[in-house]
């Protein structure tokens, strides 16, 4: 129940297509939904989040959309760059217990110019 | 900008020698934590860590693992009696309340030979 499952593992797209990824999680208690994205050699680093209440949250060329009812989010990402090529992880917590997060296992996007 | 700082960033160690992984978290950060990744798997919590005591921590993090915070910059995560199979990549990470953002460090690759 603690799980949050993500896909797809890896993702290959041109230069200007859009780039989906997808998550799903089962425990209702989650109430955080960050994604996280991680170039080689550093850091998750956060790029966007949302919370049950809105069902979509734009940011630049980022959105994430939440589907409460069907317990998944996603991350759009238009536009895609080359230098959009990283691992993005999404993400779940209770506000209750802060920045313990439950991680999805990574999805690996290349774009390819 | 102000950055998680993990030293070193690769760590060799024998089995059964005990290890320190050290953290210096974002300067007015009251909260830290420690994830672990291994190789090709999820990026998991370990434990968080507040006001100079454990908050939360995972079944991973059992008597073999403790972490202080020995002076007012730096955040330790220790291992005992390290075993093969604790090699992975461990990420400190911060955050100024409960409930803010997660900054993560570089990692700290833990092998275990």
């Known amino acids: 129940q603690q799980q949050v499952k993500q896909s797809p593992q890896s993702l290959i797209v041109q230069k200007g297509g859009i780039s989906i990824i997808n998550c799903a999680y089962e425990n209702t208690a989650f109430d955080y939904f960050p994604w996280y994205q991680q170039f080689p050699g550093k850091g998750p680093a956060l790029l966007i989040a949302i919370r049950p209440d809105v069902s979509e949250k734009k940011e630049g060329r980022f959105t994430i959309s939440f589907n409460k009812s069907a317990k998944q989010f996603s991350l759009h990402i238009m536009d895609s760059q080359p230098g959009d090529s990283a691992t993005y992880f999404c993400?779940?917590?209770?506000?209750?217990?802060?920045?313990?997060?439950?991680f999805g296992a990574g999805t690996i996007l290349r774009v390819k110019s | 900008e102000p950055e998680v700082t993990q030293t070193p960033s690769h760590q060799v160690t024998q089995m059964g020698q005990e290890v320190i992984l050290h953290c210096v978290p974002i300067s007015n950060h009251l909260y830290f934590y420690w994830y672990r990744q291994i190789l090709g798997q999820k990026v998991e919590f370990l434990v968080s860590?507040?006001?100079?005591?454990?908050?939360?921590k995972s079944e991973i993090f059992d008597d073999q693992f403790s972490v202080e915070r020995p002076d007012g910059s730096n955040f330790t995560l220790k291992i005992r009696s390290t075993k093969l199979e604790d090699s992975a990549m461990y990420f400190c990470?911060?955050?100024?309340?409960?409930?803010?953002?997660?900054?993560f460090g570089q990692g700290t690759r833990l092998t275990v030979v």
């Open positions: 993400a779940a917590s209770r506000t209750e217990y802060g920045n313990k997060l439950v």
């Open positions: 860590f507040y006001n100079n005591e454990i908050s939360e």
């Open positions: 990470a911060s955050s100024q309340f409960m409930n803010t953002e997660a900054f």
